[in-house]
């Protein structure tokens, strides 16, 4: 039986993130992430996430997933729920796109 996806919108995702309550996995390719990635977020691409790559999580800290648009970070939790179903795994909805629509703050360039 597969485990829905649970999506969080942006402002959430900044609120949790601000207050360290969890982890952001950017699942996009490195040129993507050097052309602009939210600050907190660590690089890890959709062909090379692992269960055993996440980092080590504070007690009841939640992961977070993004990638452009949502479909990517989508597969990963699917692959990582596969392994580890107990991961508290988000999808952050409308990925990086809808972040800066949003207004929220980006690094651009390398």
Do not use: F
Request: some cysteine; proline content about 6%.
């Amino acid at each position: 039986m597969q485990q829905a996806i649970i999506e969080l919108d942006p402002n959430t995702a900044k609120m949790w993130l601000d207050r360290q309550e969890a982890i952001l996995i950017d699942v996009r390719e490195p040129s993507e992430y050097e052309e602009v990635r939210i600050s907190q977020s660590i690089l890890m691409p959709l062909g090379e996430i692992t269960a055993d790559k996440m980092p080590h999580l504070k007690a009841e800290q939640k992961i977070i997933v993004h990638c452009a648009r949502g479909a990517r970070s989508a597969k990963a939790i699917e692959k990582l729920k596969l392994v580890n179903p107990e991961l508290p795994l988000y999808n952050l909805a409308g990925g990086i796109t809808h972040w800066i629509q949003l207004g929220l703050p980006v690094i651009k360039g390398a």
